[in-house]
């Protein structure tokens, strides 16, 4: 079995993909209300995420106010997709090995 | 919450995309400034029907023309309003004042620009209500039956706006409970107002069943919001006094929690 992607594993990156994976667009503060994270780690983690291709970042202006917007790519879609089967495949395994010891 | 086989415990992400796909469709705000479009025109349609029902009977000349001209351009005022992108960027912009401390989200299904057909649609709606507000000013169609004879181009109407917006179970309450009221104002069901207040016919069902819609949408947001953030939230924020530090500190750095 192929690595688990490092990216992807993390417990916050997880949940911001897995929520976008769900919605079409989500700004900033959706993510940082519903994660609980400090603004500095969440734009950590989006940071992340962006640089291995897997969520687009839209920066604009609303007045002067800026607002960022997130969304999924078809890569992070892929790379989430591809982390879960292995996870499901991982804990199939973990209750193979149970049930032979029993 | 479920066990995966490293060792950690995590929140299952199916249970995360439907919490977040629910909540995304249950935000009522744009759902609310249409429903204030939708039944603004309604309202002063019915009101100016009556003032012109009046100024008819009162042989008030001036006010009768008054009347139907301020109609006339109530009709272009409101098809402009339903195809202008101005309008759009305006309902936009108020989604998102609105939502500035919760944040914004745009739930995946939902079509951006509704579909040309769509919008004529609500353009013949509307004539369809001045036609009937002219029947009843004619006196060809009682004003008790004006509801009814609403519900028959409103119902459909609304369910193809609220599919084409992709808005949640709640939206649907709207023209079910609207289209149920008809059929039992027709079947002679003691639920019509008296005579006096006979406008009250079309004014309250239009009103009522909205705004039922809409506190049972926000309420239901409000519970999806919860759960999402009971499924997601790191709790990073409640943290000891030396982990705060830590955490401002790797802020400053840029670094991750983890990495500290």
Known sequence: ?102 | MSSNSLGTTSPDPKEILKWTKRYARSRTIYFLIQWIVIVSIIFVIVLITNLAQQAYISANKPLFYISVVFLTILFLFFLWISISKKIADLVWQATLWFYKKEGYVLPAERRKDLPRWVVALIGLMIAYHIIGAGLVFLRYLSIQNLQPFSAVVLVPVLLVLIYYQDLGFWAWLWPILYGIHAVLLLLGFPISFPKEWYLLNIVVPVFGYGLLAIMIGHIYSRYALWKLKSLTNLGEIVLDSDSIDRVEDADSQGKDVEQI
């Open chain 1, 1 to 102: 079995m192929s690595e688990l992607d490092r990216i992807v594993h993390e417990p916050a990156r997880l949940r911001i993909l897995t929520m976008l994976a769900g919605v079409e667009v989500a700004d900033f503060n959706f993510l940082l209300n519903t994660l609980g994270l400090t603004k500095g780690n969440l734009s950590s983690h989006i940071d992340k995420l962006e640089k291995a291709g897997y969520v687009e970042v839209e920066k604009s202006f609303d007045g002067k106010i800026p607002h960022t917007e997130f969304r999924i790519t078809s890569k992070g879609k892929e790379a989430l997709e591809k982390y879960w089967a292995q996870i499901e495949e991982i804990r199939k395994m973990g209750a193979g090995e149970v049930k032979k010891e029993d």
